[in-house]
């Protein structure tokens, strides 16, 4: 599976749906493919501290736009 990141240079990131699917691309092959339970949050705010479960970094995700 390759992990298309098109999503993440998407100025409009709240009204944009491409946005809102890539995030949930993103988190389905983080959290399947790496069979793993947190991840770090890479948004603008957290910047990669703590870990977190899937549904806290979405909603980061959605709110603060990733770290490209």
Known sequence: ???NKDWMIIDDYINDESYKVGVISFLD???Q????K???WPCL???NIGCKD???VRDHLLVYVIVG
């Open 1 to 3: 599976m390759t992990l």
């Open 45 to 47: 705010k957290c910047l």
């Open 29 to 31: 092959f983080a959290f």
């Open 54 to 56: 899937r549904d806290k």
């Open 38 to 40: 947190t991840i770090c």
């Open 33 to 36: 493919k790496l069979s793993i």
